[in-house]
């Protein structure tokens, strides 16, 4: 089994800053890409930032502000958010595309972890 779980959200005042975190665990897997979504109530959770071992790719609404990296050594992916938005309010959710053994190759989620933009 494969589980993926976020930290770091929280309540940030606009134009602060916020770390999410997002770890891969479980035996015998190997990680591809990973990246964040977000939701927001009654919308489509959209793609926010992902990241391959050779590239990264952002939502137009992000660029600038937000850094997505990882460490493959401990199959984590981080979002480094900046100059934060109350339109950045949302649910962020962690995804990897992950295979197990012999297995192929299928996208894992996160719980969801809160991030509220607000003064």
């Known amino acids: 089994q494969v589980q993926l779980v976020e930290s770091g959200g929280g309540l940030v005042q606009p134009g602060g800053s916020l770390q999410l975190s997002c770890r891969a665990s479980?035996?015998?897997?190997?990680?591809?890409?990973m990246g964040w979504y977000r939701q927001t109530p009654g919308n489509q959770r959209e793609l926010v930032a992902s990241?391959?071992?050779?590239?990264?790719n952002y939502a137009e609404s992000v660029k600038g502000r937000f850094t997505i990296s990882r460490d493959n050594a401990k199959n984590t992916v981080y979002l480094q958010m900046s100059s934060l938005k109350p339109e950045d309010t949302a649910v962020y959710y962690c995804?990897?595309?992950?295979?197990?053994?012999?297995?192929?190759?299928?996208?894992?989620w996160g719980q969801g972890i809160q991030v509220t933009v607000s003064s």
């Open positions: 995804t990897a595309t992950i295979r197990r053994l012999t297995a192929t190759w299928r996208d894992y």
């Open positions: 990241i391959t071992k050779e590239s990264t």
């Open positions: 479980g035996s015998s897997f190997r990680v591809s890409t």
